[in-house]
């Protein structure tokens, strides 16, 4: 059995490949709004292997230029309901 440590590392790489970024990019515009976020980093957090903090968390949102809630996948948000 696969244990995922977060919900967003999909959402994440699926909006990033939308945009047409590398992980590089989406590493540096996290860095340039104050959370360092390695390449290496993203990797294991779109892959599901490491959890993501608050902090990482906005600024994502923020670096792919979304409300936090939409990082998160419709299948969790109705799970919360």
């Not at 990797?43 to 990082?71: F, P, Q, S, T």
Request: with cysteine; net charge positive; aromatic share 6%.
């Amino acid at each position: 059995m696969e244990h995922k440590f977060n919900v967003v590392g999909g959402t994440v790489r699926r909006l990033r490949h939308e945009r047409n970024w590398t992980q590089e990019t989406l590493s540096a515009r996290c860095t340039v709004r104050g959370v360092e976020i390695t390449r290496s980093t993203l990797a294991k957090i779109e892959a599901g292997i490491r959890g993501v903090n608050d902090a990482e968390l906005y600024v994502l949102a923020k670096a792919l230029k979304l409300d936090l809630g939409e990082l998160f996948p419709a299948n969790f948000k109705q799970r919360c309901k």
